[in-house]
Each structure stands twice: as C-alpha cells, then as structure tokens.
C-alpha cells in the first residue's frame, strides 16, 4: 500500500462547514496528490505538492485548499462544504525511480457526504 | 485539457472469455499506465508503459503504448471471477509534476 494513511476513512457533515482531510505517508516521499472520484468521471486531480510548503492547483481545485507542513502530511480543506462536493477523496504519492520515469500509489480513500 | 476516452464503460462476460479495453486522447502522453480498483479500495496498478510501441505482460495482462502516443489497450486473457472491478487508464506528461489524467473506468464483471 505505499505506506498510505488516509483519515477519516467516511465523513457525513453539513453544507457551509469546514472539513479537513488527512494523507499521512510513511516513505518520505516528495509528491503527493489529492483526487476526487465520482461516477462517470474517473479520477480528477485537484491538487497537488512538490515539496514541504509546495503545492500547485490540479484540474478542480476550486473550493479546495492544501497544505504541507511536514513532508508526510498532506491535508486537504474543503472551506465551506457544498452537496457538490460529496465524492470519494484519494491521496497518491509518487515513486520516482533513478530513470526519471515514475508510479503513483493510491490511498484507499476517504468517502465524503455533504448533506 | 486533455482528456482520455476509455472504452468500453462496462462489459459483462464468462468466466474464460478474453476482455480487451482501450483508451485515446487528442494529446501525446509520455507513460501509460493502467489500474485496476476494487470496491472500498484504491486503484492499485496493474502495468506501467514508458516508450512508444512498448507491449509489457504482467501474468495473464497485456498492455501496449500505442505507435502515436495518443492510445494504449489492456488485454485480459481467459478471465477470472477475481478480475470482477474497474480498471482505469492514465496517462502522463513529462515535466508535469508527475500529474495523471485518467479514463472513466471500465466496469468489468465476470460470469463464473
């Protein structure tokens, strides 16, 4: 499993509060991601980070923040949880080999409802 | 952006049969790779494809980079019920942060 943590594993909360979620990775590794999944749609990147303190905006990132205080956390915040929001979260880290070529490793995810 | 079309969206089969999906893209990818998900679980990877042409097995999995870098497929020979999930492609560009684009999935289930 990569050493992939996420919490919670399922969350039910109300629209208009804030939620956070959580990737702990235990492997040190430098790129981690933030996914949302939902029928239809495959996996949508939303964003991700290149380092302590590094992160860039994915494909639908609006109504999402991140943050990177320590290399094995990477936290995601939904500010005010709309309905739209309701999907299943993934954290992925990357593996880059010496050839420059890399893998990423999924967490098992985090099922979100926004009610 | 780009965008991958996976086909099919699902398939329904037998137990022994062979199953083959693909995907395309308006865009050149640098690496392909291909994922399986179970439910309750995240995609695990089944091949990775670095170089054009490149046709890699991985038991009874088979995956080709397409000759133009805009496609790839993913054979399945004699199916088992475990094969039963969704299987996602993704593809990658170089100097990208390592950010995958991925396919809608295709659903596959397994008559024993």
């Known amino acids: 499993d990569a050493g992939i943590t996420q919490s919670p594993r399922h969350k039910v909360t109300e629209t208009g509060t804030p939620v956070t979620l959580r990737c702990h990775q235990t492997e040190n590794h430098r790129y981690m991601y933030w996914y949302r999944q939902d029928p239809g749609h495959g996996l949508r990147l939303i964003h991700y980070?290149?380092?302590?303190?590094?992160?860039d905006k994915g494909e639908v990132s609006d109504g999402y923040s991140v943050s990177r205080s320590k290399t094995e956390d990477f936290l995601l915040t939904l500010e005010s949880a709309t309905s739209s929001q309701t999907s299943v979260y993934f954290c992925?880290?990357?593996?880059?080999?010496?050839?420059?070529?890399?893998?990423?490793?999924f967490g098992a995810g985090t099922r979100l409802s926004v009610l | 952006g780009q965008q991958l079309n996976q086909s099919p969206q699902s398939m329904f089969i037998q137990e022994g049969e062979d199953v083959s999906m693909n995907c395309t893209s308006s865009s050149i990818f640098n690496t392909w790779l291909w994922y399986k998900q179970e439910p309750g679980e995240g995609p695990v990877l089944l091949i990775a494809?670095?170089?054009?042409?490149e046709l890699t097995s991985n038991g009874r999995l088979t995956a080709q980079f397409g000759i133009t870098r805009k496609d790839s497929f993913l054979n399945i020979s004699a199916s088992i019920p475990s094969d039963v999930g969704i299987y996602f492609c993704?593809?990658?560009?170089?100097?990208?942060?390592?950010?995958?684009?991925f396919g809608q999935g295709t659903e596959l289930s397994v008559k024993p």
């Open positions: 992925a880290i990357s593996d880059w080999k010496n050839n420059g070529k890399n893998i990423q490793y």
């Open positions: 993704a593809g990658q560009v170089y100097n990208q942060g390592g950010k995958l684009i």
């Open positions: 494809l670095y170089k054009a042409g």
């Open positions: 980070s290149y380092g302590v303190k590094d992160t």
